[in-house]
């Protein structure tokens, strides 16, 4: 892994405006993610995720959706402030994202391979032959493990698995530097999961990319990741290394919520212990700490003011007001 900082989100404000409410989708969030790194970013349906990955590639809805505060830094440049065509010179050729489902995601006109020799056309005309892109597209193929006489099959006759492969495939056809992947498993069996999990890691340490994986899932966190952020109503609510959030017992209550609600076949029990109550409404947020309807260890105060990031290690931050002291500058 390296220090050297790939992609920095400092204070990202997202909403999204309708004609009945303003909903706050991202609330500050705040990340850096080095190459070589695979950050994790973790919670539930509603929390902020996608929005934040739609963000960094300005993929937003055109009419709602909209970024009223923050940077997105990737080495250095504010992708904010690019124009729409520096912006789609950088998506699929220095970032890529593959999105959650695959049976929504590929053309289902068009055979896998011309949908790989698209991206590769767009962003590669100029410095590759057509037999050198027709060439590449069975690479990347190959890479997925997906034969590449099938290059002429279109999307429904492969399995889900094996369209999960091809999106895949098409997110690492120009080698990005930064590959973002919304709950890459989340349609699949969990024989398949596994598989595509153990590719996805294999293609990263091939091709040296740096990940944003976003997920619900601890295993996955545990095995793939290097660095977590939990999210929780457009927060970032704690953060650190994989081993601070396994390892260590200091957790905020949403994250020892999400611990507790695994399932364990060491205890003989036949209910999981959930997390009480719903994620809010982003447009009608609680005051205060956004977690304090549902949490166990709530205090009056926590129902009136916002809580600061404290600092439990030089990697491990914990937004909460029941841990250490505050450090200013933090998420």
């Given amino acids: 892994m390296s220090d050297q900082k790939l992609l920095e989100i400092k204070n990202l404000r997202v909403v999204y405006e309708t004609d009945e409410a303003v909903a706050k989708a991202v609330n500050g ?14 919670g539930e349906t509603g929390a902020g995720k ?13 009419y709602t959706g909209k970024v009223t505060e923050g ?7 504010d ?33 896998v391979g011309d949908q790989i020799k698209e991206a590769l056309f767009y ?20 890479l997925v493990g997906i034969p590449s006489a099938r290059k002429n099959n279109y999307p429904h006759q492969f399995s889900g698995g094996m369209k999960q492969r091809i999106v ?62 939990v999210m929780y109503a457009g927060e970032i609510i704690e953060s650190g290394s994989v081993w601070d959030i396994f390892e260590n017992k ?19 029990s036949k209910r999981l212990n959930p997390i009480g109550g719903l994620m809010p409404d982003p447009a009608h947020l609680p005051p205060g700490c956004k977690f304090h309807p549902r949490c166990p ?19 491990h931050r914990i937004k909460c007001r029941l841990f250490g002291e505050k450090e200013d500058g933090l998420l």
Avoid: W
């Fill in 297 to 315: 260890r709530r205090s009056d105060v926590c129902k009136i003011e916002a809580p600061e990031v404290f600092a439990m290690s030089p990697t």
């Fill in 29 to 42: 969030v705040s990340l850096t993610l080095n190459k070589r790194e695979v950050l994790g970013i973790l």
């Fill in 168 to 229: 895949i495939a098409i997110a690492l056809a120009c080698d990005p530097e930064l590959l973002i992947a919304d709950e890459p498993t989340t349609a699949l069996d969990v024989t398949i999961q596994a598989q595509v999990l153990r590719m996805m890691k294999e293609l990263k340490e091939k091709t040296g990319a740096s990940m944003i994986l976003i997920t619900h899932d601890l295993g996955i966190v545990a095995k793939m990741c290097d660095n977590v952020a």
């Fill in 250 to 268: 200091a957790h905020h209550p949403y994250t020892n919520g999400l611990f507790a609600s695994l399932p364990n076949l060491n205890i003989d």
């Fill in 71 to 77: 940077e997105i830094l990737y080495n250095g440049k």
């Fill in 50 to 62: 996608t929005t934040t990955a739609l963000s960094i590639l300005r993929l937003l809805p055109q």
């Fill in 123 to 142: 962003h590669n005309e100029s410095k590759y032959s057509s037999e050198r892109i027709r060439q590449r597209v069975d690479e990347i193929l190959e």
């Fill in 79 to 111: 992708l904010l402030k690019l124009s729409s065509g520096e912006m789609q010179a950088i998506r699929g050729e220095m970032i890529s994202m593959i999105f959650q489902d695959p049976m929504s995601s590929l053309n289902p006109v068009m055979t």
